[in-house]
């Protein structure tokens, strides 16, 4: 069976299809109304897709991804804007087009597929970890000071010291309107309280992470605000590893420390103090204050609770949303990952092997 542009994502219900469609066929030109679509292939929780079309003789491969939207404009002004103005255009994947449903609270997205793998899969070959490092320093060294931080701040996130604080509020109040809905399973309403539990003892803890995060008095610069492995991907050029930051919808304003964090959690503990010793090479010049191993390890820490307590409030933002009819099942899956990582949560830096200051 043959498949055109109109037959796309036909088994979802997914809003702003239409306009989705629209956008690819322009995309195509002329050649649109012979395009076939030969792969359709859901990357992501039928969020994010990779599309393979062929017009006439030349192949096409797409990502496509829907995003609510005040992300899609994060991502949109992170891709167009603010990294252009920084220099680092060359680093995201382009965004070739953008499709609103008809109600605006649905956004596609068009990127080109880059080629190349995840940081995650050739985590084991240090000169492409080296790269991505070297990309992530020099980023942030250059949004220091930038005029354009206010207008990040603005349309992305505050990642500073009140981050964990307001996360932690923000999580609190919405998983007591969760636990106030018909939830059937008693395992999930004990998950439920057992994350309300957990972050009683967080605002508790508030006071004190605040403080010795606002104290570490490094510059505000851009973040990523989800710089797991996954989200760098690894090109092969003539001239060595070439790094993309990709999925920007998270981005915000902070200090470095909150994207090192989220980075060093995902690499094996062994490895983490020759990543970070590379890291600290690379923003010598800015002569930031490094705290000790132990100061560290509690920064690092407050870090990871907030961003878990700001992923909590999503999930309980989606569960308590009017008019569901039910809670979607994936709710809990993403409730019960983030009950783990509360659960394993262990210090970044002190369980590393090797000595910080010295890099590889």
Not at 20 to 40: D, F, I, P, S, Y
Not at 86 to 106: C, Q, S, T
Not at 119 to 141: G, Y
Not at 300 to 314: G, I, Y
Request: hydrophobic share 45%.
């Amino acid at each position: 069976m043959i498949r055109t542009l109109d037959t796309l994502l036909a088994d979802s219900n997914r809003p702003g299809l239409p306009e989705l469609r629209a956008v690819l066929a322009a995309l195509l030109g002329e050649t649109a109304g012979r395009a076939r679509l030969l792969q359709e292939e859901n990357l992501s929780r039928e969020r994010v897709f990779r599309l393979r079309l062929q017009a006439d003789d030349t192949i096409h491969s797409l990502v496509i991804k829907v995003l609510p939207v005040e992300r899609a404009r994060r991502e949109q002004m992170s891709i167009r804007r603010w990294l252009p103005r920084l220099g680092f255009e060359r680093h995201a994947p382009r965004l070739l087009g953008v499709a609103a449903d008809r109600n605006g609270e649905r956004v596609w997205h068009v990127y080109e597929d880059l080629p190349g793998g995840t940081l995650k899969e050739c985590a084991a070959d240090r000169d492409a970890v080296r790269a991505a490092i070297d990309l992530i320093a020099r980023l942030q060294l250059a949004a220091v000071e930038q005029p354009l931080l206010s207008e990040c701040r603005l349309i992305g996130q505050d990642l500073g010291p009140q981050f964990f604080a307001a996360s932690v509020r923000d999580a609190m109040r919405g998983l007591q309107a969760l636990r106030k809905l018909q939830i059937a399973d008693p395992a999930r309403r004990e998950m439920v309280e057992q994350l309300l539990d957990r972050m009683l003892d967080l605002q508790a803890e508030s006071a004190e992470r605040t403080r010795v995060f606002d104290a570490l008095d490094w510059p505000e610069t851009l973040q990523h605000g989800d710089l797991w492995t996954t989200n760098v991907v690894m090109a092969r050029e003539k001239r060595g590893p070439h790094a993309y930051l990709i999925d920007w919808d998270h981005a915000g304003v902070g200090p470095a420390i909150f994207d090192l964090s989220t980075l060093l959690r995902h690499f094996p503990p062994h490895d983490r103090a020759w990543i970070l010793d590379v890291y600290r090479s690379h923003v010598a010049r800015a002569k930031w204050h490094w705290p000790n191993l132990g100061e560290l390890d509690f920064l690092f820490e407050t870090a990871e609770l907030a961003r878990f307590a700001n992923c909590v409030t999503w999930c309980a933002l989606a569960a308590t949303e009017d008019g569901r009819d039910a809670i979607p099942a994936w709710v809990f899956e993403d409730l019960a990952d983030i009950d783990s990582w509360f659960r394993d949560l262990t210090p970044l830096m002190s369980t590393s092997r090797g000595s910080m200051g010295e890099a590889a």
